[in-house]
């Protein structure tokens, strides 16, 4: 079975201070995986994915990812965190063999002044 | 245009009811689901329509009632439900239902049963 463990439930990092949010799958087979957020209120926006092309992912403000196999890890990083960042982050991995995307249980960013 | 349009966005309903959510994607995805998402939490796959046909149902209750009447159309129908039942309900598309695309949501429906 396919599943995401997201490390931290709660990360609060100083506006301009790198962000870093954790993300181990477990997957039989390569996987497709994920970072979206959600704001308040409102739907999901995709900030990055990753299917099995370059293991560096860059996506939406500022935000990247890497693809580790041997550490089975997809940890989502920003050099400076901008106070807009503040928002819940999920990490999701999709199985080889259709799109029942599985959510990890979600990391809310807060950013300080 | 990346969008997903859900209606209405607030739904109040008692628990003998019967109300209906809709979503509407215009990028000819083939590929269209429904999540509920409970305060705090993840959501949590219900339905995937693959062409217009039901593909997963994930155990979901019979008082909620999917309908894909066409590839840009899909609605949730919601009958006797119970307070428990209140949640953000998410609709999403796909270009198509595989693992490497992108889903993309829309704003949700709150729904709350009395």
């Known amino acids: 079975a396919q599943s995401v463990t997201q490390l931290d439930s709660h990360v609060s990092v100083s506006e301009g201070t790198p962000v870093l949010l954790r993300c181990n799958y477990s997957?039989?087979?390569?996987?497709?995986l994920f970072w979206y957020v959600q704001h308040p209120n409102k739907g999901l926006q995709l900030l990055l994915k990753?299917?099995?092309?370059?293991?560096l992912v860059k996506g939406i403000n500022g935000f990247e990812a890497e693809f580790k196999k041997s550490e089975t890890s997809f940890h989502l990083t920003k050099p400076s965190a901008h106070m807009s960042d503040a928002a819940e982050y999920f990490c999701?991995?999709?199985?080889?063999?259709?799109?029942?995307?599985?959510f990890g249980a979600g990391t809310r960013l807060t950013v300080k002044p | 245009d990346t969008e997903v349009t859900q209606t209405p966005k607030h739904l109040v309903m008692g628990m003998t009811n019967k109300k209906s959510l809709k979503c509407e994607q215009h990028?000819?995805?083939?590929?269209m689901y429904w999540y509920k998402q409970k305060a705090k939490k993840p959501p949590e796959l219900m339905f995937v329509?693959?062409?217009?046909?039901?593909?997963i149902n994930e155990s979901v209750p019979s008082r909620f009632s999917p309908e894909c009447p066409n590839s840009s159309l899909l609605n949730l129908h919601l009958h006797a439900l119970q307070p428990e039942d209140s949640a953000l309900y998410l609709c999403?598309?796909?270009?198509?239902?595989?693992?490497?695309?992108?889903?993309?949501f829309g704003p949700g429906t709150r729904l709350t049963v009395l």
């Open positions: 999403a598309s796909s270009q198509l239902p595989r693992s490497t695309d992108t889903q993309y």
């Open positions: 997957s039989s087979y390569s996987p497709s």
């Open positions: 990753y299917t099995s092309a370059a293991t």
């Open positions: 999701v991995v999709s199985p080889y063999n259709n799109n029942d995307m599985r």
């Open positions: 990028m000819g995805h083939r590929a």
């Open positions: 329509y693959s062409y217009e046909k039901l593909s």
